[in-house]
């Protein structure tokens, strides 16, 4: 079978780690990136990150055993960094390589299986089909949860990382200060030690001292007389802060209870709202009920005048053929009397045909 582009990109090289840059070299290099490219770019993200971290821990720990010298610099720092980085880019490429391994063996087992159902010759299509489909669709949600465990790691140890870079900047900035100190006390001790082997230093000190100490006893003086001003000024500034917190607590309740107005009016003009939408719905339906009687009204009137109408029509009807009916009856009785008359007519002309038959045939008979 041929080789997919995914397995192309995987297994190219796979002892070569993957840095940040080499991460956004890949990306812009590889258009379309498969599960698997992105699987190895995460887990290499991930102990990157770890191995970041460790590397900073570790620096800190041991930055506190070592001596400071003159120029304020750790001993041992550089090479101590150096080392750390080539120990980094060591462990970065095994961890990588393993990663790589791990994933290329289990992109290789089904490529195999693969081709043991392929290559059988009593195997079916469809079942083979299926077969394969299901195998890539595990295969593809595996690294896909193995990329996004992997994503996850490497945000939470990105995370992890500024954390502790954060924590490491304060680090190096209250080292910083108790440097600062040390050498504002060395120096300090040092004039001091100058001053008491020079006893002509010492003198000048004095001399220099005494009118000093006249000037702050003098300052003192009149820092008393400053402190209880500024201590009546503090009192009347406390009281002022206490009225101002009074009319403050004051305003903030009047704020208050104006927002609770505020919010009393927005419900009622609210409510207003809906009363007002309610009213215009009564009264379109009021306005729909008077229209739908006075269509009702119009309607049975029409009703009323069809029917008052129809009923004229049909009785005029019914008296047309009432008369028509009383002529018909007129004629049939004509027709009877006349059929009546008819009858007799033929039963007289019947009875003397008969009475001149039998008058004809009578003698006959006596002559005889």
Request: charged content about 30%; overall charge neutral.
């Amino acid at each position: 079978m041929a080789s997919s582009p995914s397995d192309k990109s995987t297994t190219s090289n796979p002892s070569t780690p993957v840095t940040p840059g080499d991460e956004t070299t890949m990306e812009t290099n590889s258009p379309l990136l498969s599960p698997q490219s992105m699987a190895n770019a995460a887990l290499a993200n991930a102990v990157f990150a770890q191995q970041a971290q460790r590397t900073v821990k570790l620096a800190f720990t041991q930055e506190k055993d070592i001596p400071v010298n003159e120029n304020g610099e750790t001993e041992r720092r550089k090479q101590f960094s150096d080392d750390n980085k080539d120990e980094e880019r060591n462990n970065c490429s095994h961890q990588q390589l393993d990663k790589n391994n791990a994933v290329e063996s289990i992109v290789k087992d089904p490529k195999s299986r693969i081709e043991a159902i392929w290559g059988s010759s009593n195997s079916d299509h469809t079942n083979a089909w299926k077969t394969t489909a299901e195998l890539i669709r595990s295969e593809i949600e595996a690294l896909l949860k193995l990329g996004t465990e992997a994503y996850q790691a490497a945000e939470f140890q990105a995370r992890e990382s500024k954390l502790l870079q954060d924590e490491l900047d304060g680090k190096d900035d209250e080292l910083e200060r108790l440097r600062l100190a040390e050498s504002k006390g060395r120096a300090t001790i040092v004039a001091v030690k100058n001053l008491q082997c020079s006893p002509l230093t010492m003198r000048r000190y004095t001399l220099v001292f005494i009118p000093f100490r006249q000037n702050l006893l003098r300052q003192g003086e009149t820092s008393k007389v400053d402190a209880r001003d500024a201590s009546r000024a503090a009192v009347s500034e406390a009281g002022l802060r206490a009225e101002l917190g009074v009319v403050t607590a004051q305003k903030n309740e009047s704020l208050g209870q104006a927002e609770g107005h505020k919010r009393k009016a927005t419900l009622y003009e609210d409510e207003l709202r809906q009363v007002k939408t309610k009213l215009a719905r009564v009264v379109q339906e009021k306005i729909r009920i008077e229209r739908d009687h006075r269509a009702t009204l119009s309607l049975a009137k029409s009703f009323d005048s069809h029917v008052s109408s129809d009923v004229d029509y049909y009785k005029r009807k019914v008296s047309e053929l009432n008369g028509y009916v009383q002529n018909l009856n007129a004629v049939v009785a004509e027709k009877n009397r006349q059929i009546e008359d008819l009858r007799r007519q033929i039963e007289r002309s019947m009875s003397q045909n008969r009475l001149a038959q039998f008058r004809a045939d009578t003698p006959d008979t006596l002559t005889k």
